[in-house]
């Protein structure tokens, strides 16, 4: 075998596993951009903790034979850059969109996020989903009203208690006493 097949084939091999450890990868033709906009973009990439890497179509066609990212295949033509998302998915859709917002060059090819395959305009509508974190936390939120809630009708009765001169109110017993007199009487009623 020759040298050159040895080394595109630890290259396949490095393409490969890039792919096999993220959970997205979104193709961008960079053509057209100034080397100082593909230095800002890969620096954002970078910040985000997104591998953004420029290889042959064709030995990209042949790492993502037979893997979840193979639909990208019919996208590699021409110019195609890789951005590879490890730990959020959505992230690099979500560069890409931002970038492409002041660098009209550069163009959203396609992606894969979490094994299903998307074209352009579905990777721009992925762009828009709101990362894990904020999701995490509005559903913390989300959670969090109802126990404020709560906490704030215990502190109620704990304070009506004390204005009535009630003396060694316990507020977990006054809360819980208060709570089903209040109980019985709505089912009552």
Same mark, same amino acid.
């Given at each position: 075998?020759?040298?050159? !097949?040895?080394?595109?084939?630890?290259? *396949?091999?490095?393409?490969? +596993?890039? !792919? @096999?450890?993220?959970?997205? %990868?979104?193709?961008?033709?960079?053509? =057209?951009?100034?080397?100082?906009?593909?230095?800002?973009?890969?620096?954002?990439?970078?910040?985000?903790? *997104?591998?953004?890497? *420029?290889?042959?179509?064709?030995?990209?066609?042949? %790492?993502?034979?037979? @893997?979840?990212?193979?639909?990208?295949?019919?996208?590699?033509?021409? $110019? @195609?850059?890789?951005?590879? =998302?490890?730990?959020? $998915?959505?992230? $690099?859709?979500?560069?890409?969109?931002?970038?492409?917002?002041?660098?009209?060059?550069?163009?959203?090819?396609? =992606?894969?996020? +979490?094994? %299903?395959?998307?074209?352009?305009?579905?990777?721009? #509508?992925?762009?828009?989903?709101?990362?894990?974190?904020?999701?995490?936390?509005?559903?913390? =939120?989300?959670?969090?009203?109802?126990?404020?809630?709560?906490?704030?009708?215990?502190?109620?009765? *704990?304070?009506?208690?004390? +204005?009535?001169?009630?003396?060694?109110?316990? $507020?977990? #017993?006054?809360?819980?006493?208060?709570? @089903?007199?209040?109980?019985?009487?709505?089912? +009552?009623?």
């Amino acid at each position: 075998m020759s040298q050159n !097949f040895e080394i595109k084939k630890v290259k *396949v091999e490095e393409i490969r +596993e890039k !792919f @096999s450890n993220a959970k997205s %990868a979104v193709l961008v033709d960079y053509r =057209g951009l100034t080397v100082e906009q593909v230095t800002d973009l890969r620096n954002k990439f970078r910040e985000a903790g *997104v591998e953004y890497k *420029v290889y042959k179509n064709n030995l990209m066609k042949l %790492a993502i034979k037979d @893997s979840t990212f193979e639909g990208l295949t019919a996208d590699l033509a021409g $110019p @195609s850059a890789v951005a590879f =998302g490890y730990d959020d $998915p959505v992230t $690099p859709a979500k560069i890409v969109k931002e970038f492409a917002k002041t660098n009209d060059k550069l163009e959203l090819k396609a =992606g894969v996020v +979490e094994g %299903a395959y998307y074209d352009n305009a579905k990777i721009i #509508e992925i762009a828009d989903i709101p990362s894990r974190e904020v999701l995490l936390s509005r559903l913390v =939120g989300s959670f969090q009203a109802p126990i404020s809630n709560f906490a704030y009708l215990i502190k109620n009765i *704990v304070d009506k208690r004390v +204005e009535n001169g009630e003396q060694n109110v316990q $507020p977990a #017993e006054a809360a819980a006493e208060e709570i @089903s007199v209040e109980a019985e009487a709505s089912t +009552e009623a």
